[in-house]
């Protein structure tokens, strides 16, 4: 079993001169200045010179729950002016707040995993590390030209390609995308990108003369059934399905985004939280909020298979290229796990699960002040097969394996480890960028906790 002991320091960094098509990026100071800019600007805000108007405790409520709500319009029933000014209508509406309490109490003693899904919750479940106060909570490659999507933690998305030397080429800002957690390009499409928030999904089609339109809400938006926020989603090989977890719903929904087509792939457990679609486009791994996941076989009748845990619940996972090797981590041990879809005899296939390697904590360099390793935080496999890079939850390295994939094996050995530039830093998410040509160099984006975006190419 491959371990970190003895991981060595990785050969010397790609300088932005080797990949002269890269976009030099650092979210820090576009942060500060949005958020000096929001700061200086809100003593002017036109509401402040607006008069004062006396509303009825009725309309106050009623007014209340059309802007903002029923929970809302419940508190607004319940504070104290309302109680000074209608008694009657505060004690009632406590009786009812007293009543949904109960409610919500036998609700989750019978159905544990449906509790309030709040920022903390989501920040659990997501790939990203410190997803809450990162500055980039996601970025996403398009798949057939340069161009890279970075969201960051103020909900912006900003568009960089190969000529985006002073900043990105388009930013997307819109009250909609509050609490990105996912987003990809959709497949064999030159210009649709897919934002997964707490709001649902939204496509945006951004082409060249985007900037020059500059519509006001995205080309389509589609809600969850259960207004759920999206917490994954994976678009299958050629774009045709989009399919969404949320950690609400124990359903993975399958897309048809042009003809508006949704379908709930339903089983009894635990919701859904991750979602990793193979590469052959044969099967879909759905993990979930619980020790259970599934892998799905992505046939007309969408058949299933039920795998446990040991302990914890599925962390990260990721794909052999060639769609045969499942490796996945759990939040409750520091060991990776390999499973196997190969198919040895007319159809019989040999799927077991087997521990390759331990990731437990080790010092590095002799030095037991600064350790590599402990529970895995994120798994990427990049797209020539050769390299997986795993990052940690609670360690600020990056190590790097080098994996062997035969026709009916996988062998994985420790390569080396990458370091930010202090040592304070660490990775927040990681993504190979995809191959535009078969003999592209497998090229790893770093989005540090700093706010920069660093690339390594393998050789």
């Given at each position: 079993?491959?371990?970190?002991?003895?991981?060595?320091?990785?050969?010397?960094?790609?300088?932005?001169?080797?990949?002269?098509?890269?976009?030099?990026?650092?979210?820090?100071?576009?942060?500060?200045?949005?958020?000096?800019?929001?700061?200086?600007?809100?003593?002017?805000?036109?509401?402040?010179?607006?008069?004062?108007?006396?509303?009825?405790?009725?309309?106050?409520?009623?007014?209340?729950?059309?802007?903002?709500?029923?929970?809302?319009?419940?508190?607004?029933?319940?504070?104290?002016?309302?109680?000074?000014?209608?008694?009657?209508?505060?004690?009632?509406?406590?009786?009812?707040?007293?009543?949904?309490?109960i409610y919500s109490k036998l609700k989750l003693r019978l159905f544990p995993h449906t509790q309030a899904l709040s920022d903390q919750r989501i920040a659990q479940y997501v790939e990203t590390?410190?997803?809450?106060?990162?500055?980039?909570?996601?970025?996403?490659?398009?798949?057939?030209?340069?161009?890279?999507?970075v969201a960051g933690g103020d909900d912006v998305v900003r568009i960089y390609n190969k000529n985006s030397h002073d900043g990105p080429s388009l930013v997307i800002k819109r009250s909609i995308?509050?609490?990105?957690?996912?987003?990809?390009?959709?497949?064999?499409?030159?210009?649709?990108?897919?934002?997964?928030?707490?709001?649902?999904?939204?496509?945006?089609?951004?082409?060249?003369?985007?900037?020059?339109?500059?519509?006001?809400?995205?080309?389509?938006?589609?809600?969850?059934?259960?207004?759920?926020?999206?917490?994954?989603?994976?678009?299958?090989?050629?774009?045709?399905?989009?399919?969404?977890?949320?950690?609400?719903?124990?359903?993975?929904?399958?897309?048809?985004?042009?003809?508006?087509?949704?379908?709930?792939?339903?089983?009894?457990?635990?919701?859904?939280?991750?979602?990793?679609?193979?590469?052959?486009?044969?099967?879909?791994?759905?993990?979930?909020?619980?020790?259970?996941?599934?892998?799905?076989?992505?046939?007309?009748?969408?058949?299933?298979?039920?795998?446990?845990?040991?302990?914890?619940?599925?962390?990260?996972?990721?794909?052999?290229?060639?769609?045969?090797?499942?490796?996945?981590?759990?939040?409750?041990?520091?060991?990776?796990?390999?499973?196997?879809?190969?198919?040895?005899?007319?159809?019989?296939?040999?799927?077991?699960?087997?521990?390759?390697?331990?990731?437990?904590?080790?010092?590095?360099?002799?030095?037991?002040?600064?350790?590599?390793?402990?529970?895995?935080?994120?798994?990427?496999?990049?797209?020539?097969?050769?390299?997986?890079?795993?990052?940690?939850?609670?360690?600020?390295?990056?190590?790097?394996?080098?994996?062997?994939?035969?026709?009916?094996?996988?062998?994985?050995?420790?390569?080396?480890?990458?370091?930010?530039?202090?040592?304070?830093?660490?990775?927040?998410?990681?993504?190979?960028?995809?191959?535009?040509?078969?003999?592209?160099?497998?090229?790893?984006?770093?989005?540090?906790?700093?706010?920069?975006?660093?690339?390594?190419?393998?050789?």
């Amino acid at each position: 079993m491959a371990s970190l002991i003895n991981v060595r320091e990785a050969p010397s960094l790609s300088k932005a001169s080797e990949l002269p098509f890269c976009p030099v990026i650092d979210l820090q100071n576009e942060l500060l200045n949005t958020s000096a800019l929001r700061f200086g600007t809100e003593s002017y805000m036109p509401q402040n010179f607006l008069l004062p108007v006396h509303e009825t405790v009725l309309k106050r409520i009623t007014r209340t729950f059309f802007e903002n709500g029923f929970w809302d319009a419940l508190a607004e029933a319940r504070n104290e002016s309302t109680r000074q000014e209608a008694p009657w209508i505060g004690k009632t509406f406590n009786y009812v707040a007293e009543l949904l309490g109960i409610y919500s109490k036998l609700k989750l003693r019978l159905f544990p995993h449906t509790q309030a899904l709040s920022d903390q919750r989501i920040a659990q479940y997501v790939e990203t590390r410190d997803w809450l106060d990162s500055c980039i909570r996601c970025i996403a490659w398009h798949c057939h030209v340069l161009k890279l999507a970075v969201a960051g933690g103020d909900d912006v998305v900003r568009i960089y390609n190969k000529n985006s030397h002073d900043g990105p080429s388009l930013v997307i800002k819109r009250s909609i995308h509050a609490q990105i957690t996912c987003m990809s390009w959709r497949p064999l499409c030159a210009s649709e990108l897919v934002i997964g928030c707490r709001a649902g999904l939204c496509f945006w089609i951004i082409d060249s003369n985007f900037h020059l339109t500059r519509p006001s809400t995205p080309n389509l938006t589609l809600q969850h059934p259960s207004k759920l926020p999206i917490t994954s989603m994976q678009w299958n090989k050629n774009g045709s399905l989009l399919a969404t977890a949320s950690i609400g719903d124990s359903s993975i929904l399958i897309w048809q985004p042009e003809m508006g087509i949704v379908q709930p792939l339903k089983h009894l457990g635990p919701p859904g939280s991750l979602l990793k679609w193979s590469p052959s486009n044969e099967y879909l791994f759905a993990g979930t909020v619980g020790r259970i996941f599934w892998v799905w076989h992505c046939d007309p009748t969408w058949t299933s298979e039920r795998w446990k845990c040991n302990g914890g619940t599925v962390q990260t996972a990721t794909w052999s290229p060639c769609g045969r090797f499942l490796l996945f981590v759990t939040t409750a041990e520091p060991i990776l796990y390999s499973l196997q879809f190969i198919q040895q005899h007319l159809h019989q296939c040999d799927n077991e699960v087997m521990a390759i390697a331990d990731l437990s904590a080790c010092p590095l360099n002799g030095n037991n002040q600064t350790l590599i390793g402990g529970n895995a935080q994120q798994l990427v496999w990049d797209p020539h097969g050769q390299f997986l890079v795993v990052t940690f939850k609670a360690t600020n390295y990056i190590a790097v394996f080098r994996t062997a994939i035969n026709k009916f094996d996988m062998h994985l050995s420790t390569a080396f480890y990458l370091a930010g530039e202090t040592q304070t830093e660490h990775p927040s998410y990681v993504c190979f960028k995809p191959l535009h040509k078969d003999n592209d160099r497998s090229m790893l984006t770093i989005a540090w906790s700093s706010g920069r975006i660093q690339y390594y190419a393998f050789n």
